[in-house]
Structure formats: structure tokens, C-alpha cells
């Protein structure tokens, strides 16, 4: 990077390159005539190089300035397309949205056609990672956090009280479809798990039974879907395959779940048209479902 000459030349050299007049360049600069030559000469004693034949009213490129400009060019081009791929262009449509896998997966994955043919200005950057990110980690425009309302912030806004309770396969067999006898899938750092609800039944699960843990919903409810045993989930992530018929409850009981999802945007003040669609479309479709 050291021998790299610093942007201010590089820019002044471009557009004095392709104006030919350092008068022209200044303007579009909104710098001084002098300040463009300055910067130009500069570029030439770095470089060795005379890039400019310096006529009474004309610029005119040497052999080596014809050859560096199309360098030059083409190095910003890649700077203004990488810089506009990772920002989405206007920041008043395009929005970073953070919340875990499993909320992303079986939830806003499926209404997010819905909201875009609603919204098809909306330009929606998704941050999934498995559980909730680390606090201090870079605050995003919109996030939905996991977890329990003593730890979130005053600002966070409780989407729903969950549910929990077990799912299986709609074609799961007999066996499959009793917690005595099935394999049990669960999800660690949730704290309303199979022992939980068979507790509050005054039931527990014998030593000889095992369940299998995973660091995600997804991957627990994944098994029942796909017919490998009983899963322990909640509504916001089951609702939607019940509805549909992919996954059933082979019991009725249920106990609320003390974690929730919690939505934490920027004031009101501070919103973005897209920030503040998104909220308000996520308050309305979490109303609707009551």
C-alpha cells in the first residue's frame, strides 16, 4: 500500500485526463485550478513520469498518461461498484435486518414475498447467524433478539408471548408420535425444554431416555419434519407448518415459553423508510396472527 499514490492525485489526474484542462477538473472537483495542477505534479514526481504536455490553453496526455488513465478508471469503477454493492445504494430503501436462524428460516423467510411485492422498493440485507448476535458487535437498522425481557433493552418491543410444546410428522407412526417411545429432539440455551414440559404434568423422563440437542430450532425441527421423532418448539416458529399441515401436535398441553422475540430499531426520529416499513409491517403480521 505504500507505493500506492494517495486518491486526491489519482482523482485529479482522472478528470483533468478527461477533460484535458485543469480548469475543467477544478470544477467538477470543486477545487482550485492550482490546487488540480498541484496534485497533478505531485502524481508526476511519484511516479517519475510526466503524465501531461502542458500546452498555453490545452493539456495533452503523454504516452505514459495514455496509458496510465485507463488504470486509473477502471481502479475506481471497482471501488464505486464494491462500495455500492455493500451499502444497496440509497440508504433511505435498503435495510439490514439481524435476528437468529430459526426465526429467519421458519418464519420471516416465508412472508418476506409478501412484504416485498408489497414494498418492491425495499432492498433487504438479512443477517442470520445461529442464535442472537453478540452484544457490541455493530448495532443493525432493525434486529429481532431471543431471549428474556429482563435482559433486553427499555427500547425493545415484545413481538408475542410464545408457547411450547411438541411436534412430530403428520405420517409419523404410532411410536413416533409418543414422547415414551420416540426419539426427542431439543434445542440447548432455551430454558422451556422436554423436562420442562413434562414437569409441568408431574412427569419426567426416565434415565434410560436420552435427548438429542442442537444448537438450533432449525435442525430440531428439521427431524420432526422429516419423520425422525418428536421436536419441542414454539408458535412463532411452528405456526406456519401446522397451519399447512407439515407438522402436527400429537399433545395438546403447552407452557409458556419466558423467552420471546423482541424487536429493537432505531427512535422514531432516526428511522429510515425502509426501518420504519419494516416495523411496521412486522408489528402488523405478528397482530394478525393475534
Known amino acids: 500500500m505504500a507505493s500506492l499514490p494517495p486518491l486526491t492525485w489519482l482523482r485529479a489526474f482522472e478528470a483533468a485526463a478527461r477533460h484535458l484542462s485543469f480548469t475543467q477538473a477544478a470544477a467538477e472537483l470543486n477545487l482550485t485550478q492550482s490546487a488540480v495542477s498541484q496534485h497533478v505534479r505531485s502524481l508526476e514526481a511519484a511516479l517519475g513520469l510526466g503524465l501531461f504536455v502542458r500546452k498555453t490553453r490545452a ?9 496510465y488513465l ?36 421458519f418464519w420471516l423467510a416465508p412472508r418476506l414475498g ?8 425495499l432492498s433487504l440485507n438479512l443477517s442470520t447467524p445461529i442464535w442472537d448476535p453478540l452484544h457490541g458487535e455493530g448495532v443493525p437498522e432493525v434486529e429481532i433478539r431471543f431471549g428474556r425481557a429482563a435482559l433486553m433493552p427499555g427500547t425493545a418491543k415484545r413481538l408475542a408471548v410464545e408457547r411450547v410444546y411438541p411436534v412430530c410428522a403428520p405420517e409419523a407412526g404410532p411410536d413416533m408420535r409418543r414422547w415414551e417411545t420416540a426419539p426427542l429432539f431439543d434445542t440447548v440455551g432455551v430454558t422451556t425444554n422436554w423436562e420442562a414440559w413434562l414437569s409441568s404434568q408431574g412427569l419426567s423422563l426416565p434415565r434410560d431416555r436420552s435427548v438429542t440437542l442442537a444448537s438450533t430450532y432449525v435442525v430440531a425441527m428439521t427431524a ?11 408458535d412463532s416458529l411452528a405456526r406456519d407448518l401446522l397451519a399447512d399441515g407439515r407438522l402436527e401436535r400429537p399433545y395438546a398441553h403447552s407452557v409458556e415459553l419466558p423467552e420471546g422475540y423482541f424487536l429493537l430499531a432505531a427512535p422514531k426520529h432516526e428511522e429510515t423508510p425502509a426501518a420504519r416499513t419494516f416495523v411496521d409491517w412486522i408489528g402488523e403480521e405478528f397482530a394478525r396472527a393475534g
Open 59 to 67: 493539456l495533452q496526455l503523454t504516452e505514459a498518461g495514455s496509458n
Open 70 to 105: 485507463p488504470i486509473v478508471q477502471d481502479a475506481f469503477e471497482i471501488l464505486g461498484s464494491g462500495t455500492r454493492a455493500l451499502t444497496g445504494g440509497d440508504r433511505g430503501r435498503r435495510l439490514m435486518v439481524t435476528c437468529n436462524l430459526a426465526f429467519s428460516t
Open 114 to 121: 409478501g412484504l416485498l411485492a408489497a414494498h418492491p422498493w
Open 224 to 234: 420432526a419434519l422429516t419423520g425422525g421423532g418428536l421436536a419441542i418448539t414454539h
